[in-house]
């Protein structure tokens, strides 16, 4: 590479410059183009309305299913692993929402079997409301895909299946981490070496959580065809966006807010909903990113040129 004789550092040959300055503008076009998409399909409101439906649906689910895998995991194990995945949906009011479940809980008597299921019903709307905003996100006039009626009344469910196995498995993993811990300082009076670190390792698991949860609502949710590689990419790249929002909104509501002085006493449910909603936003504009990747491939344009300007060369 060549040297600058002034300055003695490297000069950037002139073709390396020309490269970089195209694929910076065709990163910004392309950018401005998915922002201009999302803000076609009102992606702003759509965030709204899965937020709020986050919300009605959020202390029933977790109340569910700590009703049901309590008669098989450790009740405290549970809420505890509960309530670090709380703190990764409403990172600075985690406590609140433990606290409607853990009222909840406490009337699960009253409940019975016959609230069960209309526990289920409230803890399918999110899902409900999220596949109807990526169906608007995803349309795209030159393809009519369908899914059945079936399919989409169990679709939620189905997520609620697998989220329940995921928690369970997390309840057992600390459960058996919590009995090693106790046979080691029986037998030789201190604790493991990792133990300090149990708290970190849930983190981390809860993350990779998110990112899988993340990447299978991009890949099964949409009714169009979404490649594995692009599904895999957007979840974690919507995973570690949502982990550095939630670390800010954390710093926001402890120094800077001021949304007690504007709302009393419904601030709190006014910062969870505002919670939810950034991380919709961020969800649905992970799958605007997928929508406009997908349609250029499908129409055989480069991902960085915009399909209705350009001649479709083919059509997958």
Known sequence: M???????????????????FRQTRRTLHFTWRVLGAFVRNRGILLAGGV????????????????????????????????????????????????G??????DSRDAIGILGIPVLLVFSSFAFRMLEDALAIIFHAPDIHAGRSLW???LMPYAFMVVLGAGLMGLTLLVSLADAVNTLWMAMLGRELPLAGLSGTALNLTSFAGV????????????VVRVALRRAIVG???AALLWEGVRLLLVFYFE???????????LATLIAVLLTLEAGAVILLLGAQVIAELERNARLGV???????????????
Do not use: C
């Open 2 to 20: 060549p040297v600058s004789l002034q300055t003695g550092t490297p000069m950037i040959p002139p073709q390396a410059r020309a490269r970089h």
């Open 51 to 98: 937020g709020y439906n986050i919300l009605l649906s959020i202390v029933p689910l977790f109340a569910l299913l700590v009703v049901l895998l309590a008669r098989v995991v450790d009740e405290q194990h549970l809420l505890a692993v509960l309530a670090i995945q709380a703190r990764h949906l409403a990172p600075a009011h985690a406590e609140v929402l433990l």
């Open 100 to 105: 409607a479940v853990r009222s909840l809980l």
């Open 151 to 153: 399919v989409s009344v």
């Open 211 to 222: 990112f899988l949860l993340f990447s299978a609502i991009y890949k099964v949710m949409p």
């Open 235 to 237: 979840g974690f790249v």
């Open 255 to 265: 120094n800077l807010s001021f949304v007690n002085a504007v709302y009393g006493s």
């Open 302 to 316: 480069p991902w960085y040129l915009d399909p209705r300007h350009e001649a479709v060369t083919h059509v997958d």
